[in-house]
């Protein structure tokens, strides 16, 4: 069982659809980064939160460290946010570890 | 300020051959973290390198290793290529290491045929 879990893997959604994300881990974290991958490769560091809840634009994550979860949301989805949507946590030795991804496809 | 910055962006070796990839960091940034990212393993942590130290190791064979320069950039190599070494390698700076916000750069893909 990996340490980072995500689902679901795959999601398509229609444009303006609300779309969530969700990220269980069974280690003890001190924080957990939500990243986005566009084709190509670059990554970019949407949020990282150790507790609570985070909003940015049309982007909301939040964690609730005593169920060892945490949720992406977006609201009112657009096809720009077609990505690779990946969890990762701040574990043990101060390293991160990785879910293996949700690929998003946001159709017009 | 520029953002984080890899060279080469693209790379073919044969196996058995070596390679060098480089890594600028945000300036400022004092540390360095390495990914190697596959289809079938997905992300995975490297090393991180902090004021020209190595602070953090993942479980990766001795063929592969970096270092920091005083200037924050940092390098990896892999020596002895294998085809399954094939991958994208992400490197990213943080302000100090440890839980800070990470900075990607675009990653090299390296493909070893």
Known sequence: KNEVEQSPQNLTAQEGEFITINCSYSVGISALHWLQQHPGGGIVSLFMLSSGKKKHGRLIATINIQEKHSSLHITASHPRDSAVYICAVWSSGSRLTFGEGTQLTVNP | ?113
Not at chain 2, 50 to 58: A, D, H, L, P, Y
Not at chain 2, 80 to 102: F, H, M, N, R, V
């Open chain 2, 1 to 113: 300020k520029a953002g984080v910055t890899q060279t080469p962006r693209y790379l073919i070796k044969t196996r058995g051959q070596q390679v060098t990839l480089s890594c600028s960091p945000i300036s400022g940034h004092r540390s360095v973290s390495w990914y190697q990212q596959t289809p079938g393993q997905g992300l995975q942590f490297l090393f991180e390198y902090f004021s020209e130290t190595q602070r953090n190791k993942g479980n990766f064979p001795g063929r592969f290793s970096g270092r920091q320069f005083s200037n924050s950039r940092s390098e990896m190599n892999v020596s002895t290529l294998e085809l399954g070494d094939s991958a994208l390698y992400l490197c990213a700076s943080s302000l100090d290491g440890g839980i800070y916000e990470q900075y990607f750069g675009p990653g090299t893909r390296l493909t070893v045929t």
